[in-house]
């Protein structure tokens, strides 16, 4: 029952994300052809020291509440007073930051651009706290609402500022209104009266503690290459970095990233079940990197067209960036689920240590690559960085539910059988055929070489699945739901054929 309330769970985030995504994507198309990569660099200086000071403030007050036994009203007032506090904190910090912050990169107009940045972190802590009693009942249906809500009102406030101006405050306006619409309407949603007070904070102060240093350090680490490069490399340079960023993110932050939360109330729903929680994670982690390597690989063998088709020539700069951004994050899928695991069985001190070994990493390559290697030494020190971080999660992670890490690499040998199949095949497209450089020949060449990979994929892994006896997984579910689909088709037909 937990698995399939998960799943659905899981589902309807992952929809809620993809649609939001695809939203994102669309308006930073709209917004890159009437906009330049020096604007988008400029933004990106911006929001490092925003995306800094939030994550120090970080309080996961949902995931606090969801672990609580019962859910009172004065630990939803504490909770809504504790997010008070904390924007109010965010929007004093950044705007007091933000002229040493201008200085320090000779760019006076980041003031102004900072101050108003600082609204988007500070609302995001302010969605209702009540949405928490959905969230431990595995219910995300008003987060889907407010989520797609959000993200097009930021689409049209942005589009329409940047007709309207062509400057980067259209990327401003679309980074703070989509917070600012979903903190006020989940208050629509689910109405609720706080009221000031601080007499629960006891029971939110531990799992903080742990989790704002991480959040501290996580910070630290995503945003170093940034800071650096800002410093190091020209506004236009910068921003095809940031650009290619973003898209490289898009698969992470639309597919995984939403089912954290569900996985953290299943988490901790099994945790008195030690072998259904095994088992349960077991299906989850085979579940990530089964769709998780054929897109980041796909992803970084298809750069070329999907800059040339969604960006147009300007962006052409971008493509190795892409290519190799994509490669660095293919690490992630074997570590991800470590967060809601450790939050579930209330071991937040392991993302901490976590986050500060990657730091100890990934920073001193991060300087010594930006200052004398640029983007390449940036984008090496990612890729070294990551691959240290995901056999450090998996070694946790055997020590938390006794998985070893030849197990948890070797429950996945199909996904990379099938993806090595696919790679071979995009590659050999590549080389052996003559793509045009127009914007139809990118669009033909993306979709021959996506549905080719796809089609490769999937055969070679359905292969290897019934070779080996079908077992219980990801493919036997996807099994189920092709099998249930053609019976459904099968019924209709028969139908027809009587009448």
Same mark, same amino acid.
């Given at each position: 029952?937990?698995?399939?309330?998960?799943?659905?769970?899981?589902?309807?985030?992952?929809?809620?994300?993809?649609?939001?995504?695809?939203?994102?994507?669309?308006?930073?198309?709209?917004?890159?052809?009437?906009?330049?990569?020096?604007?988008?660099?400029?933004?990106?200086?911006?929001?490092?020291?925003?995306?800094?000071?939030?994550?120090?403030?970080?309080?996961?007050?949902?995931?606090?509440?969801?672990?609580?036994?019962?859910?009172?009203?004065?630990?939803?007032?504490?909770?809504?007073?504790?997010?008070?506090?904390?924007?109010?904190?965010?929007?004093?910090?950044?705007?007091?930051?933000?002229?040493?912050?201008?200085?320090?990169?000779?760019?006076?107009?980041?003031?102004?651009?900072?101050?108003?940045?600082?609204?988007?972190?500070?609302?995001?802590?302010?969605?209702?706290?009540?949405?928490?009693?959905?969230?431990?009942?595995?219910?995300? #249906?008003? /987060?889907?609402?407010?989520?797609? &809500? @959000?993200?097009?009102? $930021?689409?049209? =406030?942005? !589009? *329409?500022?940047?007709?309207?101006?062509?400057?980067?405050?259209?990327?401003?306006?679309?980074?703070?209104?989509?917070?600012?619409?979903?903190?006020?309407?989940?208050?629509?949603?689910?109405?609720?009266?706080?009221?000031?007070?601080?007499?629960?904070?006891?029971?939110?102060?531990?799992?903080?503690?742990?989790?704002?240093?991480?959040?501290?350090?996580?910070?630290?680490?995503?945003?170093?290459?940034?800071?650096?490069?800002?410093?190091?490399?020209?506004?236009?340079?910068?921003?095809?970095?940031?650009?290619?960023?973003?898209?490289?993110?898009?698969?992470?932050?639309?597919?995984?990233?939403?089912?954290?939360?569900?996985?953290?109330?299943?988490?901790?729903?099994? #945790?008195? /079940?030690?072998?259904?929680?095994? &088992? @349960?994670?077991?299906? $989850?982690?085979? =579940?990530? !990197? *089964?769709?998780?390597?054929?897109?980041?690989?796909?992803?970084?063998?298809?750069?070329?067209?999907?800059?040339?088709?969604?960006?147009?020539?300007?962006?052409?700069?971008?493509?190795?960036?892409?290519?190799?951004?994509?490669?660095?994050?293919?690490?992630?899928?074997?570590?991800?689920?470590?967060?809601?695991?450790?939050?579930?069985?209330?071991?937040?001190?392991?993302?901490?240590?976590?986050?500060?070994?990657?730091?100890?990493?990934?920073?001193?390559?991060?300087?010594?690559?930006?200052?004398?290697?640029?983007?390449?030494?940036?984008?090496?020190?990612?890729?070294?960085?990551?691959?240290?971080?995901?056999?450090?999660?998996?070694?946790?992670?055997?020590?938390?539910?006794?998985?070893?890490?030849?197990?948890?690499?070797?429950?996945?040998?199909?996904?990379? =059988?099938?993806?090595?199949?696919?790679?071979?095949?995009?590659?050999?497209?590549?080389?052996?055929?003559?793509?045009?450089?127009?914007?139809?020949?990118?669009?033909?060449?993306?979709?021959?070489?996506?549905?080719?990979?796809?089609?490769?994929?999937?055969?070679?892994?359905?292969?290897?699945?019934?070779?080996?006896?079908?077992?219980?997984?990801?493919?036997?579910?996807?099994?189920?739901?092709?099998?249930?689909?053609?019976?459904?088709?099968?019924?209709?037909?028969?139908?027809?054929?009587?009448?």
């Amino acid at each position: 029952m937990v698995g399939r309330q998960t799943a659905f769970s899981g589902s309807l985030m992952v929809a809620a994300r993809l649609i939001s995504r695809f939203i994102d994507l669309f308006s930073m198309l709209v917004l890159a052809r009437l906009l330049s990569p020096s604007d988008f660099g400029l933004v990106a200086i911006a929001m490092t020291i925003a995306l800094i000071v939030e994550a120090a403030l970080e309080m996961p007050l949902s995931e606090s509440l969801v672990r609580l036994p019962v859910i009172t009203d004065a630990h939803y007032n504490t909770a809504f007073t504790i997010a008070f506090i904390r924007a109010i904190c965010i929007c004093i910090i950044i705007c007091g930051l933000s002229v040493p912050f201008a200085l320090f990169y000779h760019q006076p107009g980041l003031v102004k651009l900072i101050c108003v940045l600082s609204l988007a972190p500070a609302a995001r802590g302010f969605l209702n706290p009540r949405f928490a009693l959905y969230a431990k009942n595995l219910n995300f #249906k008003y /987060e889907f609402v407010c989520e797609l &809500s @959000g993200k097009s009102g $930021a689409f049209v =406030a942005g !589009v *329409t500022t940047a007709f309207l101006t062509h400057s980067y405050w259209s990327i401003a306006a679309c980074t703070i209104t989509s917070p600012l619409i979903i903190a006020s309407l989940s208050y629509v949603l689910r109405p609720f009266r706080p009221r000031l007070t601080l007499s629960e904070w006891r029971v939110f102060s531990g799992f903080l503690g742990w989790i704002s240093l991480s959040q501290v350090i996580l910070a630290i680490n995503w945003q170093s290459d940034q800071l650096l490069l800002g410093k190091f490399v020209r506004t236009a340079q910068l921003g095809l970095f940031t650009t290619a960023t973003s898209i490289s993110n898009i698969p992470m932050l639309a597919l995984f990233s939403p089912i954290q939360r569900p996985l953290l109330s299943a988490f901790t729903m099994l #945790k008195e /079940e030690p072998d259904r929680l095994v &088992s @349960g994670y077991r299906s $989850a982690a085979a =579940a990530i !990197v *089964t769709i998780g390597l054929p897109l980041m690989i796909g992803q970084s063998l298809v750069a070329e067209p999907t800059i040339r088709l969604l960006l147009g020539p300007k962006w052409l700069g971008a493509t190795y960036m892409l290519f190799w951004l994509s490669f660095s994050l293919i690490p992630c899928l074997f570590g991800m689920l470590l967060t809601p695991l450790s939050m579930a069985m209330n071991e937040t001190q392991a993302l901490f240590w976590r986050n500060l070994a990657q730091m100890c990493v990934k920073l001193p390559m991060v300087v010594v690559g930006a200052v004398f290697y640029g983007f390449a030494g940036v984008i090496a020190a990612r890729i070294v960085s990551e691959v240290f971080m995901s056999l450090y999660c998996m070694l946790i992670i055997r020590q938390t539910i006794a998985i070893s890490v030849f197990d948890q690499f070797t429950s996945c040998w199909r996904s990379f =059988a099938a993806a090595g199949a696919m790679a071979l095949i995009l590659v050999a497209l590549n080389r052996s055929v003559a793509w045009g450089t127009s914007p139809l020949d990118a669009g033909v060449q993306l979709a021959v070489m996506v549905s080719s990979g796809a089609a490769v994929y999937g055969a070679v892994l359905a292969s290897l699945w019934m070779a080996v006896g079908r077992p219980a997984g990801i493919e036997a579910k996807v099994w189920g739901i092709l099998s249930a689909v053609r019976g459904r088709f099968g019924k209709v037909a028969g139908v027809r054929r009587v009448v």
